[in-house]
């Protein structure tokens, strides 16, 4: 059964950071683009980061660029986001995912999906 799950949500002060994590089990996702996603409050679903399988490209959402950074360890099968300076506004749920292109994690329709960690950034 393939597995992601996230884990390192909380609650933090604007201007904080958190580390959230995302455990893959089931496949080996080494040759898988890795990504996040969040959804806040009566808000669709957004792409916030993602990660290539081979060059170790990066992309962000406009909205978190220069604040959050996505790294991956394959040999792990793990994927990360290291959120810095958090504003109220990145308060949502975070979700990983994994596809094999860059392009279905940008547009939010990866193969695989997590269940999801709170991120709640209080002002």
């Known amino acids: 059964q393939v597995q992601l799950v996230e884990s390192g949500g909380g609650l933090v002060q604007a201007g904080g950071s958190l580390r959230l994590s995302c455990a893959a089990s089931g496949r080996t996702f080494s040759m898988y683009a890795r990504g996040w996603c969040r959804q806040a409050p009566g808000k669709e679903r957004e792409f916030v980061a993602a990660i290539s399988w081979n060059t170790g490209d990066t992309y962000y959402a406009d909205s978190v660029k220069g604040r959050f950074t996505i790294s991956r360890d394959n040999a792990k099968n793990m994927v990360y986001l290291q959120m810095n300076s958090l504003k109220p506004e990145d308060t949502a749920v975070y979700y990983c995912?994994?596809?094999?292109?860059?392009?279905?994690?940008?547009?939010?329709?990866?193969?695989?999906w997590g269940q999801g960690t709170q991120v709640t950034v209080s002002s």
């Open positions: 995912n994994a596809d094999r292109g860059l392009i279905g994690l940008r547009l939010g329709q990866a193969d695989y």
